[in-house]
């Protein structure tokens, strides 16, 4: 399960949105539940890397069924094994901002990410888009992550 295709070119747009209004060209990508890549968009002007960079976060978020970011404590705290479990997937698995899960809901729908600005940057970019356009913002249920 995960968002249809027109609901991802929502999210899209939104990111996009946001990211005209701080004058960041981005690269937004969702994927399913699975870590499926639904779209991929890359603005004019984007860096080349930022598709596989905005896929690593999406995919991350996703699978790991949290924010990217609230994986840094684990980073840090257990690199080797980190290190190790981040190269299992069909994508890297990363511990940064501008990774967020889709939830609707309270149900997991997939992942968005976004890259092209600053870690701060991609990870507002991602929250205001979800917002806009109707997904879970709150993650209240993951903030015993110690961060």
Known sequence: MGPTLAEAKALIAAAQKVAAEIDKPITTVVVDSGGFIVPCERMEGARPLTPSIATAKAYTAAIMQRPAKMLKTWCQ??????????????????????????????????GIGVSGGTGDEDQEICEKALAATGYDIDFAEWNRVKK
């Open 77 to 110: 705290t257990q690199p080797e094994f980190f290190a190790q479990v981040s190269r299992m997937g069909h994508h890297p698995i990363v511990a940064t901002e501008g990774g967020v899960t889709l939830k609707r809901e309270g149900v997991l729908l997939g």
